[in-house]
């Protein structure tokens, strides 16, 4: 997975209880995303950065913070998580925006009960 | 929106036939990806083809880029049981995040 890691790999929480996924590449990648996929949705973008400190939002950051103090992590946070944002959560990384490739994570999967 | 949209949603074939998947997408683009994932694991990249590009090959993958039309074609020939997994498009504009499709289940039966 191109040097990326996601932890955790699994979560069960409570709705209301806050959350942060961690995302660590060893790439030097400028550029990191997270992405959330559901079934019948696909892939879509919540939030991605693009260098230390500077981060922007995707089409469904609603209910979602990140931070990124250090080139290689990236953090998801759920403030207070409900049961709509259960879901399977990817990271990915690239070395530019637009054309270049990105490469993903291996996910995390999230349960809000 | 730019998302593509993938055609068909599921397909299942016999081992060692072809598989045709196509991307329909609405504003002009700079490029269009494609990657793969299995099942349980996160996407990998497969090919990308320019806006300015028609066709492009890698082993056994084709992919054809129709701007009039605005999609693109994703051919696996030879298709092996390997190969089942989801397939997505995803295309850009120039220094904008990627926008992915929904995909394609392909199912290769021994």
């Known amino acids: 997975d191109a040097g990326i890691t996601q932890s955790p790999r699994h979560k069960v929480t409570e709705t209301g209880t806050p959350v942060t996924l961690r995302c660590h590449q060893t790439?030097?990648?400028?550029?990191m995303y997270w992405y959330r996929q559901d079934p019948g949705h696909g892939l879509r973008l919540i939030h991605y950065s693009y260098g230390v400190k500077d981060t922007d939002k995707g089409e469904v950051s609603d209910g979602y913070s990140v931070s990124r103090s250090k080139t290689e992590d990236f953090l998801l946070t759920l403030e207070s998580a409900t049961s709509s944002q259960t879901s399977v959560y990817f990271c990915a990384i690239s070395d530019g925006q637009g054309g270049p490739v990105q490469y993903f994570g291996p996910g995390t999967r999230l349960t809000v009960t | 929106s730019q998302q593509g949209e993938e055609d068909p949603q599921a397909l299942s074939i016999q081992e060692g036939e072809n598989a045709t998947m196509n991307c329909s997408y609405k504003?002009?683009?700079?490029?269009l990806q494609w990657y793969r994932q299995n099942s349980g694991r996160g996407l990998v990249h497969l090919i990308l083809?320019?806006?300015?590009?028609r066709e492009k090959h890698s082993g056994r993958l084709r992919v054809t880029l129709d701007t009039s039309k605005k999609s693109s074609s994703l051919l696996i020939t030879a298709s092996r049981a390997a190969d089942t997994a989801s397939y997505f498009c995803a295309t850009d504009k120039r220094n904008t995040p990627l926008v992915f499709g929904k995909g394609t289940r392909l199912s290769v039966i021994a």
């Open positions: 504003t002009s683009i700079n490029n």
């Open positions: 083809i320019r806006s300015n590009e």
């Open positions: 790439e030097n990648h400028r550029y």
